[in-house]
């Protein structure tokens, strides 16, 4: 399984940016997907996930209202849109692929990763 992450960049303040994450290989759809991002010197935190069908989605307190988790299971992709960005958004993003059951909070919930794309908001 591979998962292929896209979609970073440089951004101002109150930008809007869209993350792809293009799962291949192994594939099934019917996988709860998550999203995480690591600041430098910070540990990785939790940002979104959706459930494999799409009718649930959870996000960090930080983002919520701003950013929005998506799926296309015919297209094997997630989505996240980030508006309204901020400073404080700036980090590598990580999609993942969750391999236990329950909202997939943590990092270890989640056994594949992608290899994650910057996005960086400028002040």
């Known amino acids: 399984v591979q998962l292929q992450t896209s979609g970073g960049g440089l951004v101002q303040a109150g930008g809007s940016l869209r993350l792809s994450c293009a799962v291949s290989g192994r594939t099934s759809s019917m996988y709860d997907m998550g999203w995480f991002r690591q600041a430098p010197g910070k540990e990785r935190e939790f940002v979104a996930a959706?459930?494999?069908?799409?009718?649930?989605?959870y996000y960090a307190d930080s983002v919520k209202g701003r950013f929005t988790i998506s799926r296309d299971n015919a297209k094997n992709t997630v989505y996240l849109q980030m508006n309204s960005l901020k400073p404080e958004d700036t980090a590598v993003y990580y999609c993942?692929?969750?391999?236990?059951?329950?909202?997939?909070?943590?990092?270890?919930?989640?056994?594949?990763w992608g290899q994650g794309t910057l996005v960086t908001v400028s002040s």
């Open positions: 959706i459930s494999w069908s799409g009718d649930k989605a």
């Open positions: 993942a692929r969750k391999g236990s059951s329950g909202p997939g909070y943590y990092p270890n919930q989640y056994n594949y």
